[in-house]
């Protein structure tokens, strides 16, 4: 599943279509397509994973999921959820959710909660992980309305950089240690973004998906974890769990 950085480079590669309008929509989303056509793209904006594409009376979300992909100005061998064309260009989304939002943005959505936008707030993150003591580090980072946009390699890099175990329930950490975990979510998020848009994400991994924890040059521990029951790699030697 895309992380948040992933959305913000599919942002960055559509924003020429903002301005444009849309000839055609299509797809096996079982939306009004005639709401979109006709219509011109007004902005291209993101929540976390949600990517958002909005007209003057009504916004796209697509969210895509575990296998969603997509192709500009180009097409798949396979039936889109939903395919735009414009005069010049055009957008498929694939294996995805696709629905419509008719409701003002700032009333569907917390800004503040999404860790690459410039409305990010860790004062908020912190107030809401204070409000769920027994919340485990390993769901805290995987909750979209604490870290909107964090997913499962931003879960397990970032407990690995603060040397935190993932079963170690939030309400237990010392204020110096929440406030790092909060900081270096965000700061990991944009590493993230640069790694992803130089092709070099997967070098810089230090513990998702790998054999040896590059600290302690010990086998990293894969264990299905949380109540969100995702894959969390970790080092038991020097991520502290504390109780």
Not at 163 to 168: D, E, G, I, K
């Amino acid at each position: 599943m895309p992380e948040g950085p992933s959305i913000v480079i599919l942002k960055e590669l559509t924003e020429q279509f903002v301005g444009k309008k849309i000839l055609e929509a299509g797809g096996s989303a079982k939306i009004d397509m005639s709401l979109l056509e006709g219509q011109m793209i007004v902005a291209i904006r993101t929540w976390g994973k949600h990517y958002l594409i909005c007209l003057k009376d009504v916004t796209v979300r697509i969210h895509l999921m575990l296998f969603g992909s997509y192709r500009i100005n180009e097409e798949r061998d396979a039936n889109p959820r939903l395919s735009l064309k414009f005069k010049k260009g055009s957008l498929n989304f694939y294996a995805c959710s696709v629905k419509l939002i008719e409701d003002d943005l700032d009333d569907v959505y917390d800004w503040s909660a999404d860790i690459m936008s410039d409305k990010w707030s860790a004062t908020s993150a912190k107030k809401k992980l204070k409000a769920h003591p027994d919340m485990l580090a390993c769901d805290a980072l995987l909750d979209q309305e604490i870290f909107s946009g964090s997913g499962n390699i931003i879960k397990c890099e970032v407990l690995w950089r603060v040397r935190l175990h993932p079963l170690t329930p939030v309400g237990n950490l010392p204020a110096a240690k929440l406030t790092e975990l909060i900081k270096e979510t965000r700061h990991y998020a944009f590493d993230f973004l640069e790694w992803k848009k130089q092709f070099v994400l997967r070098k810089h991994w230090a513990v998702y998906s790998k054999k040896k924890c590059p600290r302690c040059h010990i086998p990293v521990i894969k264990e299905v974890m949380g109540k969100t029951k995702r894959r969390t790699f970790y080092c038991n030697n020097c991520q502290l769990i504390y109780e």
